[in-house]
DNA sequence: TATGAATGAGCCTTCATTCAT
DNA sequence: CATGAATGAAGGCTCATTCAT
């Protein structure tokens, strides 16, 4: 990995570090810059705007989960089983992204679109992984037939 | 009610929904002065500083997460229905706080003791609450006797 | 005394105290009239201005301060021990002055006339005092005819 | 010397200016920025608050009147001479703290030890040049020997 | 790449002053 | 006489962001 990719991980560890432990609006650019030794217009090149950090640490935070759940996908398990788990780890995330200060970043530029922003592409990830399971269930005769429709609409 | 306590009353509104849908830091004391009509500095008559008014934000909804659990109370159903609601409404509840910003108010004059000074009697009381629910529950044989030790130590 | 005339006292005397311990800026309208307990607002009955009240207390301390002197003169004493008497209490006097911030409030309304409309008619009083202190030195011998002119200008 | 030296040195002259004619309250942030042709909040870069800016005022003073006193020292005169022009220097200084509002900040952080953080090792310094005057004084036989003792405890 | 320096915009808070009652 | 209520104006301070180097 080339030193900018570098310096990028370190400063999304240092932001991702700032936000959970107090939150979007009272981490400073400069306290993270700091972390990571580098002077606050450093950060600028980096990242262009607070905002984007911030997306940057969501979706990181999303991969890190979405990689989780595959993990439990390839485990030798049953299906129930591996709902359970997918829960359960749903409920750990949420509450990280609670942490973060997602919920109260009502403040975005464009207000109605940062849900969508965020989350758009995440979630399709996850519906997918979810099918995955689903698929898997009613496959192996854990579920009946008809147990969950997804992509109803 | 007279004109004052009127007028005190309608800056909680305004406060409470600020924080609600913005959050603590994102709410100015300008925005809740111009919702209830007053200058900014009309609203320092009222409560000394923005923490405060935010300290009785939260008293007041405390008070009414209190009163709707008394009134359960009041109900003529079994404990265990009594209990099952009062977890709803702490669900609820815990929500509402979440939403006011209360978490992510981690820049308090005293950092360690917002909990307390916020929550303090609010625990209090909660636990008489729920006291009252399991000694009913216990009394009508819902809940075996040894069912749950509050004050224990 | 009426009424009016002991609540105005009374005043002078809680801004007296303030602006000795905390000078003039710093001592809040509201503060002066809480230790008279008077609302703020009534305060601005007896005297219309915040300058207005400081400007009675300079006087009222020049007043005490010419009847200190005053009481000098009439003691039997020589005029050399009455000129340094009026020295000393000549040098208390200004470190009251001090202490009331007199010095500080370089900004009222119009600067440059302050000055002038605290001290003017005390100065001409000073020197009356001074003047007479001096002729009984010449008419009792102690000092020489061409000792000190005033009103030379 | 460097350009942000120089700033330094620029803002430190103005705020000294301002603090002087105007004292400490009545001095605003605003005026000494326009001064120096920065805008308000560059002044924090330099001072991080209006306090810091006063306290390398003063500090700049007493660095001043410390030299001008070593100067007096190095000069072919009696030590009488220079006890002598140490006093007059020394009423000189306090005048200008005088006027530089000094006294009248009551209202620092911690009030009871502005004094001991500002004039601490100050003072220590202002021993150290009466001691060095006395001394040679002495050893030049124009004071006794008993004439004066520092550092008797 | 990196940053020192600068700043506009904004926020909380204070306070003398006003005025209707 | 007295004051509760209201406010304009100002001040200290913060912070994301920019830009020349």
Redesign the interface.
């Known amino acids: 990995m080339d030193k900018t990719k570098e310096k990028e991980q370190a400063i999304l560890k240092a932001a991702r570090e700032r936000f959970a ?3 979007f ?2 981490s400073t650019m400069d306290e993270i810059a700091s972390d990571v030794e580098l002077g606050k217009a450093s950060l600028y090149y980096y990242f262009p705007a607070k905002e984007d950090l911030f997306r940057a640490v969501i979706h990181h935070e999303q991969d890190e989960f979405v990689k989780a759940i595959e993990k439990i996908l390839n485990q030798n398990i049953t299906a129930s089983k591996k709902l359970f788990l997918y829960v359960e780890n749903r409920l750990e995330f949420f509450e990280e992204l ?1 942490n973060l ?1 997602t ?2 970043v ?2 975005f530029s464009n207000t109605k679109s940062i849900y969508k922003s965020l989350f758009e592409n995440f979630h399709y990830q996850e519906l997918k992984l979810i099918q995955i399971i689903i698929n898997e269930g009613k496959r192996k005769g854990e579920f009946k037939k008809h147990f969950l429709q997804i992509y109803r609409n």
């Open positions: 432990q107090f939150g609006n009272k609670l200060g919920l109260n009502h403040s």
